[in-house]
Every structure is written in C-alpha cells, then in structure tokens.
T-cell receptor, first 117, second 111 residues
Framework: AQKITQTQPGMFVQEKEAVTLDCTYD???????LFWYKQPSSGEMIFLIY??????QNATEGRYSLNFQKARKSANLVISASQLGDSAMYFC??????????????FGTGTRLTIIP | DGGITQSPKYLFRKEGQNVTLSCEQN?????MYWYRQDPGQGLRLIYY???????QKGDIAEGYSVSREKKESFPLTVTSAQKNPTAFYLC??????????FGPGTRLTVL
C-alpha cells in the first residue's frame, strides 16, 4: 500500500519569499513517481512537477523545484520568489510501479498556502 | 484546444435519484480516472479505466458505476446506493506513467 503524508495543513508566507511544502511517502514498490499539484479556489487540479524514483537529479520547473531525498522518503516542493497567485491548496501524490499495475495516484491531504502581500 | 471537459459544473440531486456526470477528453489518452474530493480533504479514487471497455474499482467504488464505451468518454453514475454523495468530483486522464490531467470538476449537492 502507498501512503502520502502532508503535515502542514496551512502556511502563511510573505510575498517574494521562498516556501517549502513538506511531503513524505511510504511504499514497497521498487520504482515510483511523485507529483505535485496545485488547486486554486476554482477547483481544477494543475500539474506542477514530477520526480521519478530513479531520477538522478531533483526536478525543476520554473519557480518550482522538488527536493527529493529518497533515503528519507521525502519529496518536498520548493517555490522560489512566491507570488500572490501562488495562494492555493497544494497536493503531493504518488504513483507506484506501472508494470505492477500500480499506476493509480495516491494523494495526500494537502497544504493550504496563503501568500501575504 | 486539447483538454478535459466535465459537465455539468453544478448538479443538484434529490435523495433516491441516480445522476450521471459527464467526462470527455480529446487528448487521445488511454487512461481515465474519477476522483471524489470532500471539503478539506485530498482526492480519493472512485474508478479508473486503462482501455476502452475495461475499468477497475478504486478505493471508494461503492454506490458508483462507470462505463467506457469510447476512448474519449468516461461517464460516472452516482446511484441512490451512495449514502453521502455530496462532494466535488474530478475526472482525469493520462498516458501510461505520465502525469494526469484534470477537468474542471463537478460539484454535486444532494437536497
């Protein structure tokens, strides 16, 4: 079974500061994928970044980077130079090994990020 | 434009009624998914389909049914057997191990 834990229900961050959203995971799959999604108040889930368990380097996408520490089973999202538009719910999700049929995503409970002007 | 559409955006249902939520994608994705989201919660998987005419139960399939007669379409029926159907429903699609793309969601309220 897979499990995602997000321990920060809410965070308040000053505009232009960097922010780290925590995510830890648990799985017995030999290979897996980790995803971060953003959910604004409109409700739609927006894909931000992906990290494969065998990727040698941490993933980056513009202002988003993923701090992947495999031994600690953590996949924290880092947002640099936060903007007011970053205010939203953020979900960490995991997918298991495809060839085992574990392509389903398991989601954490989310972190509500509020950027303060 | 390629994407996923869900309709209706808001849906009201009387107790004891079945309702069907629509999900259509033109991304040519093989896999499609239905999730339920309750206030302040993450997403929970209801059903998923990896190929036409095939689908599997997710973690909370009881009280729901689906069909996958076309690659583009994956409708979800919320039956009267679902005891607490008021929630936000999200449909998604993906290619194999790639990221899932989500529709805008349907908010279902039972009156």
């Amino acid at each position: 079974a897979q499990k995602i834990t997000q321990t920060q229900p809410g965070m308040f961050v000053q505009e232009k500061e960097a922010v780290t959203l925590d995510c830890t995971y648990d799985t017995s799959d030999p290979s897996y994928g980790l995803f971060w999604y953003k959910q604004p108040s409109s409700g739609e889930m927006i894909f931000l970044i992906y990290q494969g368990s065998y990727d040698q380097q941490n993933a980056t996408e513009g202002r988003y980077s993923l701090n992947f520490q495999k031994a600690r089973k953590s996949a924290n999202l880092v947002i640099s130079a936060s903007q007011l538009g970053d205010s939203a719910m953020y979900f960490c999700a995991m997918r298991g090994t495809i060839w085992r049929g574990n392509e389903k995503l398991t989601f954490g409970t989310g972190t509500r990020l509020t950027i303060i002007p | 434009d390629g994407g996923i559409t869900q309709s209706p955006k808001y849906l009201f249902r009387k107790e004891g009624q079945n309702v069907t939520l629509s999900c259509e994608q033109n991304l040519n994705h093989d896999a499609m998914y239905w999730y339920r989201q309750d206030p302040g919660q993450g997403l929970r998987l209801i059903y998923y389909s990896q190929i036409v005419n095939d689908f599997q139960k997710g973690d909370i399939a009881e009280g729901y049914s689906v069909s996958r007669e076309k690659k583009e379409s994956f409708p979800l029926t919320v039956t009267s057997a679902q005891k607490n159907p008021t929630a936000f429903y999200l449909c998604a699609s993906s290619r194999a191990e790639n990221e899932q793309f989500f529709g805008p969601g349907t908010r279902l309220t039972v009156l």
